[in-house]
């Protein structure tokens, strides 16, 4: 878990009994022990996977990296298991030692392991809509005005130029506009859905703040099920494929494993946050890049009973992926004191943004 700043201990306290509390019996079946203690020498590097196994992967050790020599990659705890790290060693010869600043402590969530559904092999490119865009419920506009896209890692946008090649998405349930933008071969909202529906809300119960975050809702909500169907204590057993959801039609919610796409684009998991968050807005001096012009808010989430925690300090965006356990679905997290994304488990019933990516 991450380790976060004294400023925000007073928020997370409440986040993680509340979460701790309803979630206790399924994490411990979950981790299998994960009440166990660190062991007292986690090593930089092992010979093989099967040495590395002898060191159980729990919550003591989440974001804690080990070299697999036969492997010559870096594997990375996420509280279940050892995975392969996004963060690798620039050759073969060289290891990356496991250090606290990959530590991730504090947190009422643990990180997933990306989910198992795959994507398509590609995106298709957006096109002008045409004037018969009232038989749909959505149109997307290419700009005429966007300029060519970039796959370089250091993206298409700096404070003097921005390159990044930019759409309009119009949903016509609302008749509201979005800013849309290309990643990689991925079209994404540029901005946080602000579709009213059952078990969405406004940042404080304040309209002004949907105006400027989009709304919270709850993930039943954004899977466009409902609270008995697919909410906490619901399995929802969604089929495969996208999951258009709450998103406006020719979009979807994006699942873990797409999000993980986005974060291999804009050069890594390590770097995603500081990459995704927008150029202000953040609390603390926690304002990222931009640079790829997703432009992520901090909007903070809402709990379950009505309160809500840390706008200005963090970004929460649902995935489509339900975990084993039928309280927790994956989502994408971005703080103010780190640049590295997150994507653990969260608790069905809060409230969190939603980006939608092209089908």
Not at 231 to 243: D, F, R
Not at 281 to 304: E, M
Request: aromatic share 10%; with cysteine.
């Amino acid at each position: 878990m991450r380790m976060l700043g004294m400023n925000n201990v007073i928020a997370s306290i409440a986040k993680q009994s509340l979460l701790a509390i309803s979630l206790s019996i399924a994490i411990i079946a979950c981790s299998d022990d994960d009440s166990a203690t660190k062991p007292l020498s986690l090593p930089s590097e092992v010979a093989d996977m099967d040495e590395l196994e002898d060191y159980k992967c729990n919550l003591s050790l989440i974001g804690e990296i080990v070299y697999v020599r036969d492997k010559r990659k870096n594997y990375e705890c996420d509280g279940d298991h050892w995975f392969e790290s996004y963060n690798q060693p620039k050759s073969s010869s060289s290891v990356k030692n496991s250090s606290s600043s990959n530590k991730q402590s504090s947190s009422s969530k643990k990180q997933g392991d990306g989910g198992s559904r795959s994507t398509s092999s590609g995106q298709a490119e957006p096109v002008m809509s045409s004037s018969s865009s009232a038989k749909s419920s959505s149109s997307f506009m290419s700009s005429s005005s966007a300029k060519s896209s970039s796959s370089s890692k250091i993206g298409c946008k700096t404070e003097t130029e921005d390159n990044c090649k930019y759409g309009e998405l119009v949903d016509n349930r609302d008749g509201q506009t979005y800013k849309t933008v290309k990643i990689g071969y991925q079209w994404w909202m540029a901005e946080n859905l602000n579709y009213e529906t059952d078990s969405s809300f406004c940042y404080n119960d304040s309209v002004e703040y949907c105006e400027k975050y989009g709304r919270l809702y709850r993930w039943a909500a954004v899977v466009g099920k409902s609270e008995s169907k697919c909410g906490s204590g619901n399995t929802c057993s969604l089929p495969s494929g996208n999951i258009r959801g709450v998103c406006p039609s020719g979009w979807h919610l994006p699942d873990s494993t797409e999000w993980n796409t986005l974060f291999n684009a804009v050069g890594g998991q390590s770097t995603a946050g500081k990459m995704l968050k927008s150029t202000s807005g953040w609390n603390d001096s926690g304002n990222g890049t931009d640079a790829f012009g997703f432009s992520a808010l901090p909007a903070g989430y809402r709990l379950d009973n009505g309160w809500y925690f840390r706008e200005g300090k963090e970004a929460n965006f649902w995935s489509s992926t339900e975990h084993i356990f039928n309280e927790l679905a994956y989502d994408l997290c971005l703080y103010d004191d780190n640049n590295h994304a997150y994507l653990p488990l969260g608790d069905k019933r809060f409230g969190s943004s939603v980006r939608c990516l092209q089908d």
